[in-house]
């Protein structure tokens, strides 16, 4: 035993913050009752390591029936056609208020969101399925939370349709799908706040 302790404290940061993630995971499924704040620690602490791939692919684009055709909520029960940020940058985060990893990288969303909630440029969309009351609850709960949340009306256009919570997208003017990152991720890094500049 004490020679593990000898060579975990050689280890590098990264891969000693890597150990003690994965310990407080076989906690989490050792002890039912605070799984969901465990899985949300955890995550929390992924989201401030893992930046978003900021590497070029071609992930497709929305056609006009894709914008045409979805339709979101906001919390004060106003329906809007996802056509209305069509010609915008837009940043889309599919989650739900009983899923750890997207808890986790909440406060990375909303960092982001602080930087570019005034440039008229880029529309940020947190999209979930959960009914509104259960919403408004987690937001009372969290008033730290200013970012767009819309309750989903219909099933988002094929192409960014997602069974994976947290998935996020990044979309450009043109439609073009120029980011996807599923699982939690650090959103207000200097990476993708070079990718979002770049789009603007």
Request: overall charge positive; charged content about 25%; aromatic content about 12%.
């Amino acid at each position: 035993m004490a020679n593990y302790f000898k060579k975990w404290k050689k280890k590098k940061l990264f891969d000693k913050i890597t150990d003690i993630l994965f310990v407080l995971l076989i906690i989490s499924f050792l002890i039912p009752g605070p799984r969901k704040s465990i899985l949300t620690f955890v995550n929390r602490v992924k989201a401030m390591v893992i930046q978003p791939d900021s590497k070029k692919h071609n992930y497709g684009t929305l056609n006009t029936a894709d914008f045409q055709n979805w339709f979101l909520k906001d919390l004060n029960g106003q329906t809007h056609s996802f056509a209305e940020f069509q010609g915008k940058v837009i940043y889309i985060n599919f989650w739900a208020t009983w899923c750890g990893p997207c808890l986790g990288e909440m406060p990375e969303i909303q960092k982001l969101y602080d930087k570019y909630k005034d440039n008229d440029k880029i529309r940020f969309i947190l999209a979930t399925s959960d009914h509104k009351s259960t919403v408004q609850q987690f937001l009372d709960k969290h008033k730290e939370y200013t970012f767009p949340i819309y309750i989903m009306q219909n099933s988002a256009p094929s192409i960014i349709e997602t069974q994976t919570l947290p998935t996020s997208y990044l979309i450009d003017k043109k439609g073009n799908i120029v980011l996807l990152h599923k699982g939690a991720a650090n959103w207000s890094g200097d990476k993708m706040e070079k990718i979002v500049n770049s789009l603007l």
